[in-house]
């Protein structure tokens, strides 16, 4: 485990680069033991941080939900960041834009959002966390590494705030109108991906750890054993994961979803 001075000093590096829209060497081929605890460490240093300058969290992101990514990344279990409101939107309907100019080789990925209107028991399962649910919506999560060429470990992840840029959230439907059955419903429906009209990907909730209540469940085990985390609250947002893999988006370029299946619909964002 890294030293407390270590870990200020990684926490403020990384916050220059976040900033400054830099590219930095992995941290865990530079520093030696920095794993994920020492990483999560460093999250609480730059959430300390953010909250002294006025930040306003707003709920977590859950990444690498998806396993088919794990091998790509060097990951082994997913991971969780804290959000805050300078990156949540909520769009106007189902069309929005987004600028790239602040993001490092930003990414996009359809997700599935909840947000909360109690907290989450421990070991409940996926009627019971449904329960918890006060909306849903489907979301874009623009991510980004600022570590060149995305190429990392899972701490280096974990600092550099689960490679979190922006969250761009579409309308909102309740838990009735996902269905007859929603648990069922976000398990089996389907996500269509598309750039300036060309499909590129196709995805099933079932990608997202088998249903995006089943990475909200995962959410709720690991903030238990992480003491210095709290848990989740009444009024948060949490994004489950993508559905999809994660796609490289440049500016100038359109981007729409096409959502079967579940109550939900897709989402068009033009990149500038």
Known sequence: ?????????IAREIRVAQEAVLQIEP?????????????????????????????????????????????????????????YDASVVHLDGDHGTCRLAGFAEPKVEPEIVFRLRSTP???????????????VAHAFEIVQSHFPGWRFQAADTVADSALHAALLIGPRRDVGDLGEDPVAALERFSLALFCDGRELERGRGSNVLGSPL??????????????????????EVVTTG?????????????????????GLPGLTVGFV
């Open 1 to 9: 485990m890294p030293t407390q001075p270590e870990l200020e000093s």
């Open 214 to 235: 089943s990475a909200l469940a995962h959410l709720v085990s690991v903030l238990a054993r992480q003491p210095a985390a709290a848990p989740l609250q009444a009024g």
């Open 121 to 135: 028991p421990a070991g409940a399962g996926p009627a019971q966390m449904l329960e918890c649910v006060d909306w």
């Open 27 to 83: 941290f865990t081929a530079r520093v030696p033991g920095f794993d994920i605890p020492a990483a999560y460490a460093v999250a609480d240093l730059m959430h300390a941080a953010r909250i002294s300058e006025g930040a306003v969290p707003v709920g977590r992101k859950i990444g690498f939900t998806n396993p088919d990514m794990w091998a790509s990344y060097g990951v082994r279990e997913p991971i969780w960041a804290r959000l």
């Open 242 to 262: 993508t559905i999809t893999r994660a796609c490289s988006v440049r500016p100038g370029e359109t981007w729409h979803s096409e959502v079967e299946g579940i």
